[in-house]
Structures are given as C-alpha cells and as structure tokens.
C-alpha cells in the first residue's frame, strides 16, 4: 500500500532499470541462437535496450559454455534464448543520479535485481 508520498527520483529510475530488463528478456527470449551468431545477438541487445530513456549503458555477455553444453545435447545447430545463456548489466542515469542493475544466474534462476544507487548525494563522512 502506498505512503501517498511521490516516489524519489532514485526510484524512479529503479523502475526504468526494471523496464529495461524487462524489454530484454521478454523481447528476445526463444530467439534462435548458436554460438556463430551469439555474439551479433547481444550486440543487437545492448543496441535495442540503449535507445530507450534514461539508458547509459547495456553490457549483455553470453555464457558460452552453457551455450556450447545446450548446443551439444540438442538435436539442432541452435538453441531457443533463455536467461540461462546470458549476464547483462544496465546502468540508467538521470542527471548525477544512477542505478546499476545486473541479471545473472543465481541457484539456476535468471535474477535481475538493482546492485547500486547513487542518488547523487556526497558522502562528506559525518
């Protein structure tokens, strides 16, 4: 239940780090993928995901291994995209405010959750 108080700008842009995510996954998850175009598809990720507001940088890695291990016990030269394959990071930034939020593979599961953020405030040490 809400607070009724207007949400911060930092929260604001942990919703844009969601939003992001969000259009990753779900825009390119069954995309045909094999190790030879691998690299071409997260080039076109992080491309895709930086035109969107607030975007400062995306940095999708695919997991070869896990990818070479699907290819190997599967019948075709491809594999359908999961997050299993991939650890993206996405830094959204509004001013001298900035959010970093990472998807990696935690306990078998694709976890995307906010790791930092900078609300812009100096720390002077009192």
Same mark, same amino acid.
């Given at each position: 239940?809400?607070?009724?108080?207007?949400?911060?700008?930092?929260?604001?842009?942990?919703?844009?780090?969601?939003?992001?995510?969000?259009?990753?996954?779900?825009?390119?998850?069954?995309?045909?993928?094999?190790?030879?175009?691998?690299?071409?598809?997260?080039?076109?990720?992080?491309?895709?995901?930086?035109?969107?507001?607030?975007?400062?940088?995306?940095?999708?890695?695919?997991?070869?291994?896990?990818?070479?291990?699907? =290819? %190997?016990?599967?019948?075709? /030269?491809?594999?359908?995209?999961?997050? *299993?394959?991939?650890? &993206?990071?996405?830094?959204?930034? @509004?001013?001298?405010?900035?959010? =970093? %939020?990472?998807?990696?593979? /935690?306990?078998?599961?694709?976890?995307? *959750?906010?790791?930092? &953020?900078?609300?812009?405030?100096? @720390?002077?040490?009192?």
């Amino acid at each position: 239940m809400s607070d009724g108080r207007p949400p911060s700008e930092a929260e604001e842009l942990c919703f844009e780090a969601g939003i992001k995510f969000g259009t990753l996954y779900h825009q390119f998850a069954g995309t045909p993928v094999a190790l030879e175009s691998a690299r071409e598809l997260a080039t076109a990720m992080e491309s895709a995901i930086e035109n969107q507001p607030y975007c400062e940088s995306v940095t999708v890695d695919v997991r070869e291994a896990e990818l070479e291990a699907a =290819l %190997a016990a599967g019948a075709a /030269d491809y594999v359908e995209l999961t997050g *299993r394959f991939l650890e &993206v990071e996405i830094v959204v930034a @509004d001013g001298d405010r900035e959010v =970093l %939020a990472r998807m990696e593979m /935690d306990d078998g599961y694709p976890l995307m *959750r906010v790791v930092s &953020v900078d609300d812009g405030t100096v @720390d002077d040490g009192r």
